[in-house]
Structures are given as structure tokens and as C-alpha cells.
């Protein structure tokens, strides 16, 4: 254990542990590249994933019988122990589900007589009401072998941490470096996990059957998530609440400022106390809207409202106790896509493992059926059984009811069915409950809680429950005029988390705005006024201006077909340019019922003739870079790519029931089964490939419904052609700020005009409340010049004007590590926002500079192994993606490019193409140093000398391309050859790689006496005479008996020759782990 990323990252991070109580145990001794020893990690061998012998003990101490003494044998002990090694599961997910439960509520074992009349016992892994009665472990460099690979393939997690035996963490380490390091981590624990698609053997998902959390980190950024995780789900924890920086600063012996996010994440989430307390309390399993099962860790502003609102719980005066007011509530409020319902769960889960708590009756309230159905669906997360309240009797039977519960009350049900508005809005009149319940153990959770606050319901609510205590929350900002309100009725904030946060911790994407009024202009159609002229023929000039100026924002100009199908076919045309290249959908706010029927018909309609528009674009165009077409020619050929999709495509309105004469006409789009189906169809992605009569749905049509609480990350476009204001703007705008993979930011097409009136609703909000709600696309284009100047500075401070006359000497200039990096995260601000705003004309002008500076980073990439050589411009954006894909494709920069790996059959021949002698020399130094890093474990001594062999050539000929050229040409040559050129040694490759482990330790001032050399021979004689006899036993390499057996014997032989005696124990796991390296090369007996 050596080097920058052990010395930067892993050492720092397990000196906080050590101080923070863990037991820190070396898996590999110091300089090691890969453990040989599970004895280090306390382990007879590397197929083992528990500290058996720490469990067993564990298990022992904190499972006491009625005198208060351990009472378990080894048999009792050996069955628990079995229990939770023995999940059957089919897959990972349900074998970690299922030992989990085992971890949260142990395993039953025979009793004893005369305790409890003989019954089987509960027994424990873990004490998680008394933290200190556990034992603390994090093992470095813990090694573990991949099955079926009879030991030829293993992985080595850099930290992982054991409660009592028990891996509940990996952490994965990264040296801060060229790429992006968290990625990089992520992907080695989904490959550890087995997550990661292989042909191959890979990964140990048995080790990961009890790991509840995942941490990768460089130091200076650390990440949160859990192995189902991607990248992009993995978060930071930025507060390190209940702690703060100067107490961790003070607790490191550094300054304030030098607190990274590894420091903050450690002293919350793995201190013991607090780590026990998130894996039992805020980690879960859930299902998406895809289908998709995942488990979850907690946001640190999750856990901070739970643990700030369990304060207060604890800590308030009641009603009776205060006199006037219950003081134990308070509003916790959390912007939209925050995990709202997961705080309200975590908040449940924690009151049921605190004594005090754990009898409180929990009574949810909303004003929402679908909010309803989505919380009680979270909540069901916790365990128990959410009962709700379906009609105003049971709820008066539920609330009157003494004891725990949860108890699910939609407020709008609490009264006469009769004074609905037409489109299923509730009024605010309602009967009184009376007094149901006078307990003070009742908490109420009132969800949006800016909304129903002020109303009847609610109050009704309040005088049934007198004593409770009440807990609002909200994802949307509180009008200041009714925080004082507010704050009478809840009490003070008890949490906050803004949008601005949000978006700073990726929780949500930015959402920005496009204005298409009635007076903007439609692309390949008529505007939007020529529809006026025709729909108003008949009046003077003066009259049709008046009437665009009073009907434009009118009920019936807005249902005007005409004027519908001219919005439809722009908002199709605007959604296939721009939004389905990612796989993403669209929702339509509409003025009525009736508009949302007809928007359907013209969005068919429109998609019918883009379909036929697209099916005979010109096959010329097909192959055309996306930035030398028209804007016109973008939305065909955008559209000739997924035609048999855009062909099927549905149109679907989701409306509430009314009371019009022609009820009838809408029942189809009302009935509340086909819209349940509809609404979870709409969430999941389209289809790889469509069956015959398949219809998926790629627009939702409403007028109020799904505009609050729906939560559809797939969903990137919201075109809004009604009046909204205030909180229903706010939430309706939120609708697409849900984060997805490959999703870079959400879309709000005003069609309305909503905008005009946006400034002027948003001063009703505290500035910085509102902060971020939505940015404007224009402003975002001023953003670009700025980020393509300091690009190019990138260069010019070189010497180099980027072009693509220079893109030799740009990836040359990018040789620094640190520089590189810059020139990455510059590069990705400027294409993501490039994504952003496609397919707007505005953005022409920058893309032969993203085109320009992506194939530098491609060439870089390559060059310098980044991430393995790889270039994904994904990563940017669908948009983007395509963009350069047909750039790179009509160059041919694949095919010229060496390929990374220089055993490759044409890698000398690409590099012979290369143009210059420093530009072969660069590519073939990097491709010499990938092989020995990759190697390196083969022949130790060998490749060490290698690389002391290539830093030697460009030392001596740093400035001398012609000559660093030929000497790494010959070098490449012999490693491709896999054995030193013109080498006449009799020893085969292993014997060499013995030979040179047992030089290393043996050998004085780099001389090897005669005597000695044939000394080290003969012991590579009898150890490779060892090695054909024993290895070849039927899994030999998965016996660890076996291997101690074998490794024995090695170093018995080494004994016999007289090598010195501190050295045996280390040559002897040396030699055993080159025998491994080479097993296949081992000659049978």
C-alpha cells in the first residue's frame, strides 16, 4: 500500500476511522500490490467475506439470557452464523433484501429448558439499541476471490468496514487524476458487486449480500449510494449535521477550510453510532416507476429533517404541558424531486426505534388522491400497514383508536360529494368531526402543507385531534405573506432545503424556459397570427389587433382547433429535435378538458404528417453531421430515426371527471383504472423494440391533474398553454426537474405567456426561496463565448491554436494530468450546455468548436489511457452524442487511431502512420505504460525494470523524438514478444518471473555472484517441481487447505537453500502469487 491515491485518499480516510473508533486492520502488508495473506484480514482464505471469528464472538457477547450472561453455544452460534451465509436468492438484490431482514431482525434458534418454557429464541448480529456492545472493524485492501476463477481473478475493495464480522461498507478510493474519479470508482463497485455485464467471471456478489452502503471517493469529492447505484445517483453529503466543520477540523488537527467532503461524509455517516442508526432506520429497498428494484441510501438532508424533527418531537412542550400551543412540531420544507416521501418514511422508521416514539399513532394528510396513493405506497416502506381513511366514517373510527398506526386521511374526502367543482377540485366547506382523539401521542404529518393550511378541512382536522403534534411539509415555497401564518399553525421551520441546493447536489435538473406565445412563430408552418388573419377574416385590421390582444389569453381562442393543431405541430416538431433524441417525454397543460381532446387529435395529426415528411427525407441527408443541416432538416432526420416509434407513438389525456352534458365524451380519458395503467406506462421507457399493437405513450394531455406530486424523471418537456400562477406554476414547472441518466435539464415551452406574468408572481417569495425556479434559454446561450475563450486559453497558454490543423500538438499540450482535468470539466460545461439549448439556431455558431474540441479529447483520451482509452459522449447528452458520433464517423478518427492496447495485430502499423516522430514516441510511451501497470503482477522484477527501462530512454532523449521513437520502437517490440528480445535464458516466462522475485530479495548492489545464481535457479527448479505436482489437483486454486499446503512446501524449499529466514515468510507469498498469475503455463505431471 503505496502511492498517491493510498497516501491522499485511503490513508487519510482511515486515520479518521481510527480516531473515530474503528479497529483498522492492513489487508496487504506496505508496497504490496495485492494481498497473499487472509490471515492479515483474519481470514482462513480469500473465498471468505465474514471475520467469521469476530461474528462468532459477537454473536455471543450481545445475545445475554435472563441472568444477563452470554447463553449461546457453538452449535446455536454455528445455525445463526449459517442462516445468514445460507440466503438462497436468484439475484443480488433479493439475497441482500433477504439478509438485510436478517441483519434488522435476527434469526430464531432452539431454546434452552427452563427459560421461556423451551421456545426458540431471538438471536442478534448487531445490538442496534446499545451501539458500543459492537465491534468496529475497516480492513484495507480487502481481497476476495472471484468464484469459478479457481483464484486467477479476484477484487480488492480499498476499504471495507465490518460491524461485528458483518461488511455493511465499500469504500472505493480514487487518486484525484485524469477522468473522473467517482465515475471510475462507482464502476469498480458495480464490478465487485457483479453488477457490470461481463462474459467472464467477475466480481463476488456474496460480499455485497450484507453491504447496506457504498462510498466512492477522491479525497476532495465523496459520494454516497448503494451497489444498484449509477454515477449519477450517487450523492455528496455536504452538511455534516450534527456536527460542523470546525468540530471535524479541530477533530483532523486542520483548518476549517480544509474540511473536504470525504472528512464530512465519514464523521456522519460511518461514525458508529450514527452508521447503525442510517442502516437500520434510512436505508430501503423500492420499486420505480420503470419497475426497475433498487436499494436506496438517505440524502444528508433527509437524515437532517429527521433528526432535527425527532428533536423537537423530543423536546417540545405539548399543549397541555404549554398552556396555549403544542411546540413540537414545525415545517420542514423541501423543494420538489428532494425525496419528500422518503423523509416522511425515514421519519417513521426512526420514531418506531426510539422508545418514546415508538407508540405514536402517525396520521397522514393530504388534499390529493394521486399524493395519497404516492405517500402511502412510500410508507408501506417502513413495514407497516398504511390504513386510510375512504370515507368520513372510518376515519372518525381510525382516528378515535388508541395506539400506534399509520392512517392515511385525504382532507377533500371529508365532505359532500356534491360540492366538487367541474374539474374534481374540492371546496372548502365541511362538516365538523368533533373531538376524536385527546392523546398526545398522535403526530401529524400534513403533506403540501402551504396549500391546505389555511383551509376548513384541515381545521376540522385540528379540533379532532386537540393534543397532536403537527409536522407540515412542503416542496414549495411559502407566500411571505403567509409565513407568519404558517409558522401560527405548525411552528418555526424545522428544516430547510432550497431549490439552489438541489441543484447544487444534482437532486434535481435545471429547468429552463422558452416562450412560444400567440405571437411567436412555428417552424415549417404558418405563426401563429397568420391563424388569426383566418380565423378573423372578416374584420378590419384594427379589429383583429384588438381581438389578438383580448382573446389571446381566452378560454375559447385557446380551444380554437386551428389555432391548437399550429401549437401541436410545433410542440411535436420542438420535442422530436430536441427531447425524444434522449429517450424522454412530454406533458401538455391545457386551458380545459375539452382543449386536452383536442390537442390529442392534432398532436396525431401532426405526427401522422411528420411521419410521412420523414419517410422520404432525401437518404443524403442521413449521413450529414447534425451541425451542417437546416433546422427544418434536424427535426426529419431526428425523426427518420425513430420512426417506427414516432409511428406508434400515443397522445394520451389524463382529466378528472366533470359534470358537462356530453360527460360521455371524455369517459374514456376519465375512467380512473385506464388512467392508473396509462400514468405508470407513461413512466417507463419506450420500448428497444415494439410488438405489433404496441402504442407507447409519449405525451400526457392534462388540465389540473399531475401537475402536483407526480414524479416522472422521464419526463423532460412540459408545454404549458394555460394560466398558471404562483405555487401551481411553481409546481407544474417542477415536473421536469426529476434527474435521469443522460438527462442534463428540463424544459418549460410557454405557449400562454405565463412568463410575462412569472417576475411578478415570484415577489410574493422570499429571493432566495425562489432561486433557480427557471433559467431562460436565451441567457444560457451568453454563457457559451465565455467557456469557448477559456478553452482555447487551454491551448494558446501553450503555444497552440487549437484547429484542426493542431490536433497533434492540442493532445500533446494535454500530457499534464492536472491540465487535462481542466480541459475535461471545461469542455463538459461547455457541451452540456451546447445540449441544453439544441436544436436552436441560436447555438450554430459553437459547433465546430464542441465538434473541434470533442475529437481532442477523444485523440487525448486514447493517447493517455484515460479511463481506459474510452471516449462516451453520452456523457453530454443525447444531443451532443449524436452530434459528435457523425463528426467522428465521417472522419474516419477510429480506424487511424492506434488502438490502446499494444499487443494489438495493427498497433504498429497505426503508430508507423502516425504523423512525426514526437507523436509516435508520445503513443507508443503511454501504450508501454498502460501494458506494465496492467502486467505488473506477472513478473514483478521484470516490469519494474521496464519501467525504470522506459523512464531512462526519456530522460536520456527528452528533446530527441528520432531517437525516443526508435529505442521505444524496439522496446514495444519485445514487450509484444512477452520476453526481453535477443534473451537466450533457458527459464521459461514463470521461471524468469521467479528467478527475478527471489533477485529482488537476494541480490546486493545489483550483482549476482555465480554461486547465487545458480543457487536461485535450482530453487526455481524444485519450486516449479512443486507446482507441477500439487497445483494440478482438482480445484487446487479454490482449496485455501491446499494453497497453505503448497506454500509450505515453498517455503521449506527455501529454507533448504539457505535463504535468510526473515525473508522466507514474504518470498515464499510472492512466489505463490507469480505460480497463480501463470497457472495456465504450468506444465502438467
Same mark, same amino acid.
Given at each position: 500500500?503505496?502511492?498517491?491515491?493510498?497516501?491522499?485518499?485511503?490513508? #487519510?480516510?482511515?486515520?479518521?476511522?481510527?480516531?473515530?473508533?474503528?479497529?483498522? +486492520?492492513?489487508?496487504?502488508?506496505?508496497?504490496?500490490?495485492?494481498?497473499?495473506?487472509?490471515?492479515?484480514?483474519?481470514?482462513?482464505?480469500?473465498?471468505?467475506?465474514?471475520?467469521?471469528?469476530?461474528?462468532?464472538?459477537?454473536?455471543?457477547?450481545?445475545?445475554?439470557?435472563?441472568?444477563?450472561?452470554?447463553?449461546?453455544?457453538?452449535?446455536?452460534?454455528?445455525?445463526?452464523?449459517?442462516?445468514?451465509?445460507?440466503?438462497?436468492?436468484?439475484?443480488?438484490?433479493?439475497?441482500?433484501?433477504?439478509?438485510?431482514?436478517?441483519?434488522?431482525?435476527?434469526?430464531?434458534?432452539?431454546?434452552?429448558?427452563?427459560?421461556?418454557?423451551?421456545?426458540?429464541?431471538?438471536?442478534?448480529?448487531?445490538?442496534?439499541?446499545?451501539?458500543?456492545?459492537?465491534?468496529?472493524?475497516?480492513?484495507?485492501?480487502?481481497?476476495?476471490?472471484?468464484?469459478?476463477?479457481?483464484?486467477?481473478?479476484?477484487?480488492?475493495?480499498?476499504?471495507?468496514?465490518?460491524?461485528?464480522?458483518?461488511?455493511?461498507?465499500?469504500?472505493?478510493?480514487?487518486?484525484?487524476?485524469?477522468?473522473?474519479?467517482?465515475?471510475?470508482?462507482?464502476?469498480?463497485?458495480?464490478?465487485?458487486?457483479?453488477?457490470?455485464?461481463?462474459?467472464?467471471?467477475?466480481?463476488?456478489?456474496?460480499?455485497?449480500?450484507?453491504?447496506?452502503?457504498?462510498?466512492?471517493?477522491?479525497?476532495?469529492?465523496?459520494?454516497?449510494?448503494?451497489?444498484?447505484?449509477?454515477?449519477?445517483?450517487?450523492?455528496?453529503?455536504?452538511?455534516?449535521?450534527?456536527?460542523?466543520?470546525?468540530?471535524?477540523?479541530?477533530?483532523?488537527?486542520?483548518?476549517?477550510?480544509?474540511?473536504?467532503?470525504?472528512?464530512?461524509?465519514?464523521?456522519?455517516?460511518?461514525?458508529?453510532?450514527? @452508521?447503525?442508526?442510517?442502516?437500520?432506520?434510512?436505508?430501503?429497498?423500492?420499486?420505480?416507476?420503470?419497475?426497475?428494484?433498487?436499494?436506496?441510501?438517505?440524502?444528508?438532508?433527509?437524515?437532517?429533517?429527521?433528526?432535527?424533527?425527532?428533536?423537537?418531537?423530543?423536546?417540545?412542550?405539548?399543549?397541555?404541558?404549554?398552556?396555549? $400551543?403544542?411546540?413540537?412540531?414545525?415545517?420542514?420544507?423541501?423543494?420538489?424531486?428532494?425525496?419528500?416521501?422518503?423523509?416522511?418514511?425515514?421519519?417513521?422508521?426512526?420514531?418506531?426505534?426510539?422508545?418514546?416514539?415508538?407508540?405514536?399513532?402517525?396520521?397522514?394528510?393530504?388534499?390529493?388522491?394521486?399524493?395519497?396513493?404516492?405517500?402511502?405506497?412510500?410508507?408501506?416502506?417502513?413495514?407497516?400497514?398504511?390504513?386510510?381513511?375512504?370515507?368520513?366514517?372510518?376515519?372518525?373510527? +381510525?382516528?378515535?383508536?388508541?395506539?400506534?398506526?399509520?392512517?392515511?386521511?385525504?382532507?377533500?374526502?371529508?365532505?359532500?360529494?356534491?360540492?366538487?367543482?367541474?374539474?374534481?377540485?374540492?371546496?372548502?366547506?365541511?362538516?365538523?368531526?368533533?373531538?376524536?382523539?385527546?392523546?398526545?401521542?398522535?403526530?401529524?404529518?400534513?403533506?403540501?402543507a402551504h396549500r391546505s393550511h389555511g383551509s376548513r378541512l384541515h381545521m376540522n382536522l385540528l379540533e379532532a385531534l386537540p393534543n397532536c403534534a403537527r409536522i407540515g411539509f412542503t416542496g414549495t415555497?411559502?407566500?411571505?405573506?403567509?409565513?407568519?401564518?404558517?409558522?401560527?399553525?405548525?411552528?418555526?421551520?424545522?428544516?430547510?432545503?432550497?431549490?439552489?441546493?438541489?441543484? $447544487?447536489?444534482?437532486?434535481?435538473?435545471?429547468?429552463?424556459?422558452?416562450?412560444?406565445?400567440?405571437?411567436?412563430?412555428?417552424?415549417?408552418?404558418?405563426?401563429?397570427?397568420?391563424?388569426?388573419?383566418?380565423?378573423?377574416?372578416?374584420?378590419?385590421?384594427?379589429?383583429?389587433?384588438?381581438?389578438? /390582444?383580448?382573446?389571446?389569453?381566452?378560454?375559447?381562442?385557446?380551444?380554437?382547433?386551428?389555432?391548437?393543431?399550429?401549437?401541436?405541430?410545433?410542440?411535436?416538431?420542438?420535442?422530436?429535435?430536441?427531447?425524444?433524441?434522449?429517450?424522454?417525454?412530454?406533458?401538455?397543460?391545457?386551458?380545459?378538458?375539452?382543449?386536452?381532446?383536442?390537442?390529442?387529435?392534432?398532436?396525431?395529426?401532426?405526427?401522422?404528417?411528420?411521419?410521412?415528411?420523414?419517410?422520404?427525407?432525401?437518404?443524403?441527408?442521413?449521413?450529414?453531421?447534425?451541425?451542417?443541416?437546416? #433546422?427544418?432538416?434536424?427535426?426529419?432526420?431526428?425523426?427518420?430515426?425513430?420512426?417506427? @416509434?414516432?409511428?406508434?407513438?400515443?397522445?394520451?389525456?389524463?382529466?378528472?371527471?366533470?359534470?358537462?352534458?356530453?360527460?360521455?365524451?371524455?369517459?374514456?380519458?376519465?375512467?380512473?383504472?385506464?388512467?392508473?395503467?396509462?400514468?405508470?406506462?407513461?413512466?417507463?421507457?419506450?420500448?428497444?423494440?415494439?410488438?405489433?399493437?404496441?402504442?407507447?405513450?409519449?405525451?400526457?394531455?392534462?388540465?389540473?391533474?399531475?401537475?402536483?406530486?407526480?414524479?416522472?424523471?422521464?419526463?423532460?418537456?412540459?408545454?404549458?398553454?394555460?394560466?398558471?400562477?404562483?405555487?401551481?406554476?411553481?409546481?407544474?414547472?417542477?415536473?421536469?426537474? /426529476?434527474?435521469?441518466?443522460?438527462?442534463?435539464?428540463?424544459?418549460?415551452?410557454?405557449?400562454?405567456?405565463?412568463?410575462?406574468?412569472?417576475?411578478?408572481?415570484?415577489?410574493?417569495?422570499?429571493?432566495?426561496?425562489?432561486?433557480?425556479?427557471?433559467?431562460?434559454?436565451?441567457?444560457?446561450?451568453?454563457?457559451?463565448?465565455?467557456? $469557448?475563450?477559456?478553452?482555447?486559453?487551454?491551448?494558446?497558454?501553450?503555444?497552440?491554436?487549437?484547429?484542426?490543423?493542431?490536433?497533434?500538438?492540442?493532445?500533446?499540450?494535454?500530457?499534464?494530468?492536472?491540465?487535462?482535468?481542466?480541459?475535461?470539466?471545461?469542455?463538459?460545461?461547455?457541451?452540456?450546455?451546447?445540449?441544453?439549448?439544441?436544436?436552436?439556431?441560436?447555438?450554430?455558431?459553437?459547433?465546430?468548436?464542441?465538434?473541434?474540441?470533442?475529437?481532442?479529447?477523444? /485523440?487525448?483520451?486514447?493517447?493517455?489511457?484515460?479511463?481506459?482509452?474510452?471516449?462516451?459522449?453520452?456523457?453530454?447528452?443525447?444531443?451532443?452524442?449524436?452530434?459528435?458520433?457523425?463528426?467522428?464517423?465521417?472522419?474516419?478518427?477510429?480506424?487511424?487511431?492506434?488502438?490502446?492496447?499494444?499487443?494489438?495485430?495493427?498497433?504498429?502499423?497505426?503508430?508507423?502512420?502516425?504523423?512525426?516522430?514526437?507523436?509516435?514516441?508520445?503513443?507508443?510511451?503511454?501504450?508501454? /505504460?498502460?501494458?506494465?501497470?496492467?502486467?505488473?503482477?506477472?513478473?514483478?522484477?521484470?516490469?519494474?525494470?521496464?519501467?525504470?527501462?522506459?523512464?531512462?530512454?526519456?530522460?536520456?532523449?527528452?528533446?530527441?523524438?528520432?531517437?525516443?521513437?526508435? +529505442?521505444?520502437?524496439?522496446?514495444?517490440?519485445?514487450?509484444?514478444?512477452?520476453?526481453?528480445?535477443?534473451?537466450?535464458?533457458?527459464?521459461?516466462?514463470?521461471?524468469?518471473?521467479?528467478?527475478?522475485?527471489?533477485?529482488?530479495?537476494?541480490?546486493?548492489?545489483?550483482?549476482?555472484?555465480?554461486?547465487?545464481?545458480?543457487?536461485?535457479?535450482?530453487?526455481?527448479?524444485?519450486?516449479?517441481?512443486?507446482?507441477? $505436482?500439487?497445483?494440478?489437483?482438482?480445484?487446487?486454486?479454490?482449496?485455501?487447505?491446499?494453497?497453505?499446503?503448497?506454500?509450505?512446501?515453498?517455503?521449506?524449499? @527455501?529454507?533448504?537453500?539457505?535463504?535468510?529466514?526473515?525473508?522466507?515468510?514474504?518470498?515464499?507469498?510472492?512466489?505463490?502469487?507469480?505460480?497463480?498469475?501463470?497457472?495456465?503455463?504450468?506444465?502438467?505431471?
Open positions: 500500500m503505496s502511492g498517491p491515491e493510498y497516501l491522499q485518499v485511503e490513508k #487519510p480516510l482511515l486515520d479518521q476511522l481510527g480516531d473515530m473508533g474503528w479497529t483498522v +486492520l492492513a489487508g496487504a502488508p506496505a508496497g504490496a500490490f495485492t494481498p497473499t495473506d487472509p490471515a492479515a484480514s483474519e481470514r482462513e482464505s480469500f473465498a471468505e467475506v465474514l471475520l467469521e471469528a469476530r461474528l462468532r464472538e459477537a454473536i455471543r457477547d450481545i445475545n445475554l439470557g435472563p441472568d444477563g450472561r452470554p447463553w449461546l453455544d457453538d452449535e446455536r452460534v454455528s445455525q445463526a452464523v449459517s442462516e445468514l451465509t445460507r440466503v438462497g436468492a436468484a439475484g443480488l438484490l433479493e439475497a441482500n433484501e433477504k439478509a438485510t431482514d436478517l441483519l434488522v431482525s435476527g434469526v430464531a434458534v432452539p431454546g434452552v429448558d427452563g427459560w421461556d418454557g423451551g421456545r426458540d429464541q431471538r438471536v442478534h448480529f448487531i445490538d442496534w439499541k446499545h451501539w458500543g456492545r459492537n465491534d468496529f472493524v475497516v480492513v484495507s485492501q480487502f481481497r476476495v476471490d472471484v468464484p469459478g476463477t479457481q483464484g486467477r481473478k479476484h477484487i480488492v475493495p480499498d476499504e471495507v468496514l465490518f460491524v461485528n464480522g458483518i461488511p455493511l461498507v465499500v469504500v472505493e478510493c480514487k487518486k484525484p487524476g485524469r477522468g473522473d474519479a467517482i465515475t471510475r470508482a462507482v464502476q469498480d463497485i458495480r464490478g465487485y458487486a457483479g453488477q457490470r455485464n461481463t462474459r467472464t467471471p467477475a466480481g463476488n456478489r456474496k460480499l455485497f449480500h450484507t453491504v447496506q452502503l457504498t462510498v466512492a471517493t477522491c479525497g476532495e469529492r465523496a459520494r454516497l449510494g448503494t451497489f444498484t447505484a449509477g454515477p449519477e445517483h450517487y450523492m455528496p453529503w455536504h452538511d455534516p449535521y450534527p456536527r460542523t466543520d470546525a468540530e471535524i477540523a479541530a477533530g483532523l488537527g486542520c483548518d476549517e477550510k480544509s474540511v473536504t467532503e470525504q472528512n464530512r461524509l465519514a464523521a456522519v455517516v460511518l461514525y458508529p453510532e450514527r @452508521l447503525l442508526q442510517i442502516v437500520h432506520d434510512y436505508v430501503t429497498f423500492m420499486t420505480l416507476d420503470d419497475g426497475t428494484r433498487i436499494k436506496a441510501a438517505p440524502r444528508y438532508q433527509q437524515y437532517r429533517a429527521v433528526e432535527r424533527a425527532l428533536d423537537r418531537l423530543l423536546t417540545g412542550e405539548t399543549k397541555p404541558a404549554n398552556g396555549e $400551543r403544542d411546540e413540537r412540531g414545525g415545517v420542514i420544507w423541501h423543494t420538489q424531486g428532494s425525496g419528500k416521501s422518503l423523509t416522511m418514511t425515514f421519519l417513521v422508521r426512526r420514531m418506531r426505534s426510539i422508545d418514546e416514539l415508538a407508540d405514536v399513532k402517525v396520521v397522514l394528510v393530504t388534499d390529493r388522491t394521486q399524493l395519497q396513493q404516492q405517500l402511502s405506497k412510500t410508507l408501506r416502506l417502513t413495514g407497516e400497514e398504511v390504513q386510510e381513511a375512504k370515507s368520513v366514517k372510518r376515519a372518525k373510527r +381510525l382516528l378515535s383508536e388508541d395506539g400506534p398506526g399509520i392512517v392515511a386521511v385525504m382532507i377533500q374526502k371529508q365532505q359532500d360529494v356534491a360540492a366538487r367543482k367541474a374539474d374534481g377540485e374540492l371546496s372548502e366547506s365541511a362538516p365538523s368531526l368533533g373531538e376524536l382523539n385527546t392523546a398526545e401521542s398522535v403526530v401529524v404529518l400534513i403533506d403540501e415555497p411559502i407566500i411571505m405573506g403567509k409565513k407568519k401564518k404558517t409558522s401560527q399553525i405548525f411552528g418555526p421551520v424545522i428544516d430547510r432545503y432550497l431549490l439552489a441546493d438541489a441543484e $447544487r447536489d444534482g437532486a434535481v435538473v435545471r429547468i429552463f424556459y422558452e416562450g412560444n406565445t400567440v405571437k411567436g412563430a412555428v417552424r415549417d408552418g404558418r405563426d401563429l397570427d397568420e391563424v388569426f388573419e383566418d380565423m378573423f377574416a372578416e374584420r378590419t385590421d384594427k379589429e383583429r389587433e384588438e381581438l389578438q /390582444r383580448r382573446y389571446a389569453t381566452r378560454g375559447d381562442v385557446l380551444e380554437a382547433e386551428e389555432l391548437i393543431e399550429a401549437k401541436a405541430r410545433h410542440m411535436l416538431r420542438h420535442y422530436v429535435a430536441g427531447v425524444l433524441p434522449g429517450g424522454f417525454k412530454a406533458q401538455v397543460v391545457a386551458n380545459s378538458r375539452e382543449a386536452t381532446i383536442r390537442y390529442r387529435e392534432a398532436l396525431i395529426k401532426a405526427r401522422d404528417r411528420l411521419v410521412a415528411e420523414a419517410e422520404n427525407v432525401p437518404s443524403r441527408l442521413l449521413g450529414v453531421p447534425l451541425d451542417e443541416l437546416t #433546422p427544418r432538416q434536424v427535426v426529419l432526420v431526428q425523426a427518420h430515426k425513430k420512426l417506427a @416509434l414516432l409511428r406508434a407513438m400515443d397522445f394520451v389525456p389524463v382529466i378528472s371527471p366533470g359534470t358537462d352534458d356530453d360527460e360521455a365524451r371524455f369517459a374514456e380519458w376519465t375512467d380512473k383504472r385506464r388512467q392508473e395503467e396509462r400514468v405508470e406506462a407513461f413512466k417507463k421507457p419506450f420500448p428497444d423494440d415494439l410488438g405489433e399493437g404496441d402504442r407507447p405513450i409519449g405525451f400526457l394531455l392534462v388540465k389540473s391533474m399531475l401537475l402536483t406530486g407526480f414524479d416522472a424523471p422521464i419526463e423532460q418537456v412540459l408545454y404549458i398553454d394555460r394560466s398558471l400562477k404562483e405555487a401551481e406554476l411553481l409546481q407544474a414547472v417542477a415536473r421536469v426537474n /426529476r434527474p435521469a441518466e443522460g438527462k442534463k435539464c428540463g424544459y418549460v415551452v410557454d405557449y400562454y405567456g405565463v412568463a410575462n406574468h412569472l417576475a411578478e408572481a415570484l415577489k410574493a417569495y422570499a429571493a432566495e426561496d425562489v432561486d433557480g425556479v427557471l433559467y431562460d434559454l436565451r441567457e444560457e446561450v451568453a454563457k457559451l463565448d465565455p467557456m $469557448r475563450r477559456r478553452l482555447r486559453a487551454l491551448f494558446t497558454e501553450k503555444g497552440v491554436e487549437p484547429s484542426g490543423g493542431t490536433l497533434e500538438n492540442c493532445v500533446l499540450s494535454l500530457e499534464e494530468g492536472a491540465r487535462f482535468d481542466r480541459f475535461e470539466a471545461e469542455l463538459k460545461r461547455f457541451l452540456t450546455t451546447i445540449d441544453v439549448i439544441l436544436p436552436e439556431p441560436i447555438v450554430s455558431p459553437y459547433l465546430p468548436d464542441a465538434t473541434l474540441y470533442a475529437e481532442i479529447a477523444m /485523440r487525448a483520451r486514447r493517447r493517455y489511457r484515460v479511463d481506459g482509452g474510452d471516449f462516451d459522449p453520452s456523457a453530454y447528452g443525447a444531443k451532443v452524442r449524436d452530434l459528435i458520433d457523425e463528426h467522428l464517423r465521417s472522419l474516419g478518427i477510429d480506424e487511424k487511431l492506434p488502438p490502446v492496447s499494444l499487443t494489438a495485430d495493427d498497433f504498429e502499423e497505426k503508430v508507423a502512420a502516425l504523423p512525426g516522430a514526437r507523436t509516435r514516441a508520445s503513443e507508443m510511451e503511454h501504450a508501454v /505504460r498502460d501494458h506494465i501497470e496492467v502486467n505488473r503482477g506477472r513478473d514483478p522484477r521484470r516490469y519494474r525494470l521496464l519501467s525504470e527501462r522506459l523512464e531512462e530512454i526519456l530522460r536520456e532523449y527528452a528533446d530527441d523524438w528520432e531517437q525516443q521513437a526508435a +529505442l521505444l520502437t524496439d522496446l514495444v517490440a519485445e514487450l509484444r514478444a512477452d520476453r526481453p528480445a535477443q534473451d537466450d535464458d533457458p527459464l521459461s516466462p514463470p521461471e524468469q518471473a521467479i528467478y527475478g522475485v527471489l533477485l529482488e530479495a537476494t541480490a546486493r548492489d545489483g550483482v549476482v555472484q555465480p554461486e547465487t545464481d545458480q543457487q536461485l535457479r535450482d530453487i526455481v527448479t524444485k519450486v516449479i517441481e512443486l507446482a507441477v $505436482r500439487m497445483t494440478h489437483r482438482r480445484d487446487f486454486w479454490r482449496r485455501p487447505t491446499d494453497q497453505r499446503d503448497f506454500r509450505s512446501h515453498v517455503a521449506q524449499c @527455501l529454507f533448504a537453500k539457505d535463504v535468510e529466514i526473515t525473508l522466507v515468510p514474504e518470498l515464499a507469498d510472492q512466489i505463490v502469487d507469480v505460480i497463480r498469475h501463470w497457472k495456465e503455463d504450468i506444465p502438467r505431471p
